[in-house]
């Protein structure tokens, strides 16, 4: 019983290490990028269709971000000589 909960603490330990590091590379761009626009637009006074458009430009830059970059199959040999 004491080597689970012992787990559990660790395992909640680096977790909360691994969010705490993470938070400017990660979050902070989603806070930016995701939720301010979102909050801006339901909060704020009614913003143009331009401003919509300028907010929303940026999600998408966001989330293309997490997007596969390639779905075909490739030979791992020119893979690496495109790298190089």
């Known amino acids: ?10 395992g909640t330990a680096l977790s909360s290490l691994f969010v705490a ?3 400017d ?3 902070g761009q ?3 990028n995701v939720v301010l626009p979102f909050k801006q637009v339901l909060m704020g006074p009614q913003p143009s ?3 919509i458009l300028e907010l929303g430009s940026g999600t998408a ?3 293309s971000q997490f997007k596969p970059r390639s779905l075909g ?11 190089t």
């Not at 199959?73 to 790298?83: F, G, P, Q, S």
Request: aromatic content about 8%.
């Open 25 to 27: 590379v990660i979050y």
């Open 49 to 51: 269709l331009d401003e």
């Open 30 to 32: 989603l806070r930016r």
């Open 61 to 63: 830059n966001f989330v």
């Open 1 to 10: 019983m004491l080597l689970k909960v012992g787990g559990f603490v660790s």
């Open 73 to 83: 199959m490739h030979n791992a040999r020119a893979l690496l000589v495109d790298e």
């Open 21 to 23: 590091n993470m938070d």
